[in-house]
Nanobody
Framework: QVQLVESGGGLVQPGGSLRLSCAASGGIFSGLAMGWYRRAPGKQRELVAAITTGGTTTHADSVKGRSTISRDNARKMVYLQMNNLKPEDTAVYYC????????????WGRGTQVTVSS
């Protein structure tokens, strides 16, 4: 069983930056594909960024150029650096982990709130 705990959310002004962190425990972290999702009020959950076990990354078009996902296998951490934040980035951000062979995340964190507002 893998446990995921997010941190780093908060209130930030438009144009500001945040770095979200996700601490993983249990399981073999290096064997997990990791991702960040978000759910904005009244909207469906969407994938923000993902990183494979080999370090290949993908980012949603809505955050491309403004965000960077990274991982530290030694620390069992995954990060999401977000810059030039916009009000539409306001959402609960969730960390996810997907085992080899799974087509969807197998594990989820509880989420961290990001609010972008002046």
């Amino acid at each position: 069983q893998v446990q995921l705990v997010e941190s780093g959310g908060g209130l930030v002004q438009p144009g500001g930056s945040l770095r979200l962190s996700c601490a993983a425990s249990g399981g073999i972290f290096s064997g997990l594909a990791m991702g960040w999702y978000r759910r904005a009020p009244g909207k469906q959950r969407e994938l923000v960024a993902a990183i494979t076990t080999g370090g290949t990354t993908t980012h949603a078009d809505s955050v491309k150029g403004r965000s960077t996902i990274s991982r530290d296998n030694a620390r069992k951490m995954v990060y999401l650096q977000m810059n030039n934040l916009k009000p539409e980035d306001t959402a609960v951000y969730y960390c996810s982990a997907r085992r080899y062979g799974s087509s969807a995340p197998d594990y989820w964190g509880r989420g961290t709130q990001v609010t972008v507002s002046s």
